[in-house]
């Protein structure tokens, strides 16, 4: 349900895939965008990393 990072000390993450009230949570930013399908639209609003942010 959830995965810690030994890189971001007491940080839980929670797979979005777990959460029904999608509307209550909005994208801050795409990540491993070097690693996605080329069918994949991304929001050219957000910010974008190829891979997580240290």
Known sequence: MF???SARA???VIRAGL???HE???PKANV???RKMKATVLDDTLKAFNKMPS
């Open 3 to 5: 995965t810690q990072n």
């Open 10 to 12: 007491g940080m839980l």
């Open 19 to 21: 959460i029904n009230e």
């Open 24 to 26: 209550e949570f909005a």
């Open 32 to 34: 491993y965008t070097s």
